[in-house]
């Protein structure tokens, strides 16, 4: 416990007196001192001021006037990458079809690294490994290298262990949607659409071509309120789309949406740490919490 406040006065006192030092030791440089007792005498005062908060720090702690508490805050930070789609894993795992319409997994530190083949429209499952539709609507797996499966989809969706699709067929307010069942085969659902993304229960929730949103409870389709041009759903279940303004709106729940942290894209995919969108300008934009950490002192 000590030794975590000793680290926090650390940090303050680092950010506090940084400036006053650099002031005092560019200042006393102007006077012809030896440098070595200069640096020596501005370490002693600096150590000093150090223990002495410290000590001011342990005081506050063991009276219980140290408070610790943890800042959250959520920011749009943009992964320097462009695409035209984007999937996310349950695990956090990006990937998006890119500008150039190959394939690119986001490595971390804002690098990307590119993958063997292209494609139109991208998913990802539970092993951190996507699924794609191609320009030819063919249906394609990566597990170290391309497989391809039976079938042809125009959007493709995972969740809940379950991959779904549009298809091919069409139909009224949209195209046919199907669910894999494993082994090449496919169960085609009720209904139509254009957009898909699959919740953590495996069922589907999509856009039609009028832009209305539905869910899928594994029976019947409910239609949702507002109104969307992609849809994402995350593997906590939260349900994010984008308007037909481009905006950016999180599902609270009934009828309610909100666009509390702004934004606006093209197309979206969620993961456990939030949404990930393609931007209006095709940039990859990526919605995280930044963590930060203050303390405050109760005057008794």
């Known amino acids: 416990r000590i030794l975590g406040i000793s680290l926090i006065a650390l940090l303050l006192f680092t950010a506090y007196s940084q400036n006053e030092?650099?002031?005092?030791?560019?200042?006393e440089t102007e006077m012809e001192t030896e440098s070595e007792s200069l640096s020596e005498s501005l370490r002693d005062k600096y150590v000093e001021k150090l223990f002495g908060l410290l000590n001011d720090l342990i005081?506050?702690?063991?009276?219980?006037a140290f408070k610790p508490q943890k800042a959250t805050k959520k920011k749009w930070h943009f992964l320097k990458g462009?695409?035209?789609d984007v999937g996310v894993s349950p695990y956090g795992s990006i990937w998006v079809i890119g500008t150039d319409w190959r394939v690119h997994k986001y490595v971390g530190r804002q690098r990307w690294r590119r993958i063997s083949g292209g494609g139109?429209?991208?998913t990802v499952d539970h092993h951190n490994f996507p699924w794609l539709t191609n320009h030819a609507h063919h249906i394609y797996q990566y597990h170290r290298r391309w497989l391809r499966k039976s079938g042809a989809a125009r959007d493709i969706g995972f969740g809940g262990g379950r991959i779904w699709v549009i298809g091919m067929p069409k139909a009224h307010g949209g195209y046919g949607i199907y669910k894999y069942l494993g082994n090449n085969r496919w169960w085609r659902a009720p209904g139509a659409a254009v957009d898909i993304a699959v919740d953590p229960r495996g069922n589907p929730w999509v856009v039609n071509n009028a832009h209305h949103i539905y869910?899928?409870?594994?029976r019947r389709w409910h239609k949702m309120s507002g109104a969307a041009l992609d849809i994402g759903v995350g593997p906590k279940g939260d349900v994010w789309v984008i308007g037909t303004d481009?905006?950016?709106?999180?599902?609270?729940?009934?009828?309610?949406?909100?666009r509390k942290y702004g934004g606006a894209g093209k197309r979206i995919a969620v993961g456990p740490n939030g949404p990930v969108v393609i931007g209006t300008n095709r940039g990859v934009y990526w919605l995280h919490k930044q963590l930060n950490y203050f303390f405050s002192w109760e005057i008794k």
């Open 246 to 258: 481009h905006r950016i709106y999180k599902f609270l729940g009934g009828t309610r949406w909100t």
């Open 215 to 218: 869910r899928f409870d594994g």
């Open 82 to 84: 462009w695409g035209n």
């Open 59 to 64: 005081k506050c702690h063991q009276s219980g």
């Open 120 to 122: 139109k429209r991208i």
């Open 21 to 27: 030092f650099e002031e005092e030791l560019e200042a």
